[in-house]
């Protein structure tokens, strides 16, 4: 189970960006997906995620009706579009996986054990 992100860059304080996690080598519908994020000194934070079984999406309080969690079935790829984006939101990006669950049972525990690189995003004019 091989997790690759993209899509990080500097972006400026209002803006937006779209962030990828493709999956190689495996199905990634079979699995929640969660986006993580973490800034250095600071434990990791959930942002949100996208079960596998249903499709239910669940998110951080503070992150609701600023992003969004998606899938796509034909490329593999979950995504996580970021809008109205704070120099708070700056932090390194990590999506992880974990097999046939939804993401009800899982967010918040330590179940997610297959993880990506993570990518960094940057928010500064």
């Known amino acids: 189970v091989q997790l690759v992100e993209s899509g990080g860059g500097l972006v400026q304080p209002g803006g937006s960006i779209k962030l990828a996690c493709a999956g190689s080598?495996?199905?990634?519908?079979?699995?929640?997906v969660g986006w993580f994020r973490q800034v250095p000194g600071k434990e990791r934070e959930g942002v949100a995620c996208?079960?596998?079984?249903?499709?239910?999406?669940v998110y951080t309080d503070s992150m609701k009706g600023r992003f969004t969690i998606s899938r796509d079935e034909d490329s593999n790829t979950v995504y996580l579009q970021m809008n109205s984006l704070t120099r708070e939101d700056t932090a390194v990006y990590s999506c992880?996986?974990?097999?046939?669950?939804?993401?009800?049972?899982?967010?918040?525990?330590?179940?997610?054990?297959?993880w990506g690189q993570g990518t960094l995003v940057t928010v500064s004019s």
């Open positions: 992880a996986a974990v097999m046939y669950r939804r993401c009800s049972s899982v967010w918040g525990t330590n179940e997610f054990d297959a």
């Open positions: 996208i079960s596998s079984i249903d499709g239910s999406t």
């Open positions: 080598g495996f199905t990634l519908d079979y699995y929640a």
